[in-house]
C-alpha cells in the first residue's frame, strides 16, 4: 500500500517522534511505500484565508464556494495541491498527534481546514446529484487511522471516565473527517499516560504500534453507518426503528 | 461585566462578521465593557513551539512543563501574554467561529493552545496540592458561551442527527476547555443552515443573538459535574450508583 504519515508534534526528540520513525520504518519493512507530511518541520501554515484562492481581496470571501473553484481551476496554493496529491496517492493514512485540549493541535486541525476543500473531499456530487458523504466522497477506498499520544491515564476516558469516552472525543476527526470524506477509520492507537512512560515501557509501546501497522491493511473499521444504507431519513437523522430511543455518538455505529 | 470576545472568521463582511459587530454593540448598550481578539485581523499565530516559551531549541521541548516555567517567570512571548490579561480582565467569554470540519477553525484552537497553558489554565494546585479542574482552576468564576454558525440544517445536529449531537460535538470545548479550566458554559448560540439564510432571516438572527447576551449573566449555566462534587472515583470514573450502566457524553451532566 501506499501509506501517508501525518505528523503533529513540535518536538522530534520526543515519544511522538520516535514512534512516527518506529511506524515509517516498520511500515517499509513490511513492503509498503511511505511518504510524510511533518507539519512542524515542513512550517505548515493552518490558517485558511483568501491567500490559498489567490481570492481578490476586493471581493467577500465565501470560503466553500471559492474554495470549489479554486480547485477546480487548479488555483489553489501551491502547499495545499501538494498534500492533495500526497492524498490521491496514498492508500491509507496516518494521522499521529498529541492530543491538546481534547483535540488536534491547531497545526492539524488547519491541515484538514486547507487541504481537504470543496469539490476535493466535501461536497462532491455523484452521477445522481446527490453530495456523496459518510461513506462515500472524494476520498472513498482509503483507509485512516489516528495514532494519538494522551498524558492523562485511561481510565478517565474510558466509557464514563470524565474527560469523556475517547471514542466520543474522535468522532469529529473519524466520522466528521475520515468518514465524512470516505475514508474508513481504524480503531485508534492510543498512548496513554504518555507523560509519565517510564523509559522502559518505550519498546512495549513501539512494539505494540508495530503490530497495528501490521494489520493495518485488513483491520476490521469502525463500522459507522452509511448515509445511504437506509439508516437515516432524508434530513439525516437516524430512523426510529433502529436503536429506538437512544441517543449518544455511538448510535452511529451499525 | 468585562466581556472578551473572540472572533475566528476570515471575512468581516460576512453574516458571522455582522453578528459579532451585532453583539459588541447590543453588550455595550447593556451596560457592559467589551474587548475582542478578531484573531484573523491581529493575524494570530495558531501554532504552539519553543518561540512560546523563548525555549533554548538545543534541549529537547516538554510542552507542559516549558509553558509552566515560562508562565511563572514571565518569559511568555508577548502576544500570549496580551492575551492572558485579556482573560483575567474578563467575567464572561465569548467563542464565536464558524464549524469547520465539526471543530474550531485551527486559527481558534491555537489561541487556547498557546494561551491556555499550563499554571494558567490547568495544571493548577489547590491548597492541599490537587489539581484544580471541571468547575475549579485557573479561570474559575467566569462563564463562557459559544457562538457558531455552522452551514449545516438543525436535524442533522439532533439526538439522533448524522453529524452527531451539537451539545456532543461541543464536549471537547466546553466541558474540555471551559469547564476543566474552571469556566461556567452557558448553552451554545448556534445558527445553524448559516450558508444558505435569507436576507430577511438576517434580523431574525441578530433579535436572537441579542437575546441571548441580555441574559448571558444570569442564564443558568450546562449542569456538568464537579470533579470535587463526589460523583467521580479517584480514577475520575462516575461512580457506579450515578445514571447506572449508561455511558456517552451526556452522563457528564447532573
Not at 17 to 29: I, N, P, T, Y
Not at 124 to 138: E, I, M, N, Q, S
Not at 188 to 204: F, K, M, Q
Request: net charge negative; charged share 25%.
Amino acid at each position: 500500500m501506499n501509506v501517508l504519515w501525518i505528523f503533529a508534534h513540535p518536538e522530534p526528540r520526543s515519544l511522538s517522534g520516535a514512534l512516527r520513525d518506529e511506524g515509517l520504518r516498520a511500515l517499509r519493512e513490511l513492503g509498503h511505500d511511505t511518504r510524510q507530511s511533518d507539519l512542524y518541520a515542513m512550517r505548515w501554515n493552518p490558517v485558511v484565508d483568501g491567500g490559498d484562492f489567490r481570492h481578490d481581496g476586493g471581493r467577500r470571501l465565501i470560503v466553500g464556494a471559492t474554495s470549489q473553484r479554486a480547485y477546480s481551476e487548479g488555483t489553489l496554493s501551491d502547499d495545499i495541491r501538494t498534500e492533495q496529491e500526497k492524498l490521491v496517492w496514498a492508500d491509507a493514512l496516518i494521522v499521529q498527534y498529541p492530543l491538546w485540549w481534547f483535540g488536534m493541535p491547531a497545526i492539524l486541525k488547519g491541515w484538514f481546514d486547507r487541504v481537504f476543500v470543496k469539490g476535493f473531499a466535501y461536497g462532491v456530487k455523484g452521477p445522481d446529484g446527490r453530495t456523496l458523504r459518510y461513506g462515500d466522497g472524494g476520498l472513498a477506498g482509503k483507509r485512516a487511522m489516528a495514532v494519538l499520544t494522551v498524558g492523562a491515564p485511561e481510565a478517565g476516558m474510558g466509557p464514563r471516565g470524565a474527560h469523556g469516552d475517547i471514542g466520543d472525543l474522535l468522532f469529529p476527526l473519524q466520522h466528521g473527517i475520515f468518514w465524512y470524506s470516505g475514508m474508513s477509520a481504524v480503531p485508534p492507537h492510543v498512548i496513554y499516560g504518555a507523560d509519565r512512560l517510564s523509559d522502559d515501557a518505550y519498546e512495549d509501546h513501539a512494539a505494540a504500534l508495530r503490530k497495528r501497522l501490521a494489520s493495518l491493511p485488513t483491520e476490521e473499521p469502525i463500522p459507522f453507518r452509511r448515509e445511504t444504507g437506509g439508516d437515516y431519513d432524508e434530513s439525516l437523522v437516524l430512523r426510529p426503528d433502529i436503536l429506538p430511543g437512544r441517543s449518544g455518538l455511538a448510535v452511529h455505529c451499525a
